[in-house]
């Protein structure tokens, strides 16, 4: 079980990293589906930062467990609430979000049973 909760730890930590980056950086990609959602383009580096502290998180729990599972569920509930920027203004290609959010909630799962 630890090869598990450290295998997907890692992959969601690298996942949100890179989304971050994205957001950071400006991706065209991303500041499209942004457009759509009418969230403001100037959210993307607040929002890059909360996936990158998410990420963060993740990877000190193995330090320290409390903050890895604090780090897990505020990325659950970011993808909660990126849910329902989708669906406010019924955007429904959710195959990136729904990677996501399965991956903070393997996460969050094999942090609880570790």
């Given at each position: 079980?630890?090869?598990?909760?450290?295998?997907?730890?890692?992959?969601?930590?690298?996942a949100n990293f890179y989304?971050?980056?994205?957001?950071?950086?400006?991706?065209?990609?991303?500041?499209?589906?942004?457009?759509?959602?009418?969230?403001?383009?100037?959210?993307?580096?607040?929002?890059?930062?909360?996936?990158?502290a998410g990420a963060l998180?993740?990877?000190?729990?193995?330090?320290?467990?409390?903050?890895?599972?604090s780090a897990a569920v505020?990325?659950?509930?970011?993808?909660?609430?990126?849910?329902?920027?989708?669906?406010?203004?019924?955007?429904?290609?959710?195959?990136?979000?729904?990677?996501?959010?399965?991956?903070?909630?393997?996460?969050?799962?094999?942090?609880?049973?570790?």
């Amino acid at each position: 079980m630890f090869i598990a909760y450290v295998a997907i730890t890692v992959v969601t930590a690298i996942a949100n990293f890179y989304a971050a980056y994205l957001d950071f950086t400006g991706n065209e990609r991303v500041a499209a589906v942004m457009k759509i959602k009418c969230v403001p383009p100037s959210w993307a580096v607040p929002l890059g930062a909360l996936k990158a502290a998410g990420a963060l998180g993740l990877l000190v729990g193995f330090a320290e467990p409390w903050i890895g599972t604090s780090a897990a569920v505020g990325l659950v509930l970011f993808f909660v609430g990126a849910l329902i920027a989708h669906l406010r203004v019924r955007y429904y290609r959710l195959a990136n979000w729904g990677a996501f959010f399965v991956l903070a909630i393997l996460t969050l799962t094999a942090n609880l049973a570790h």
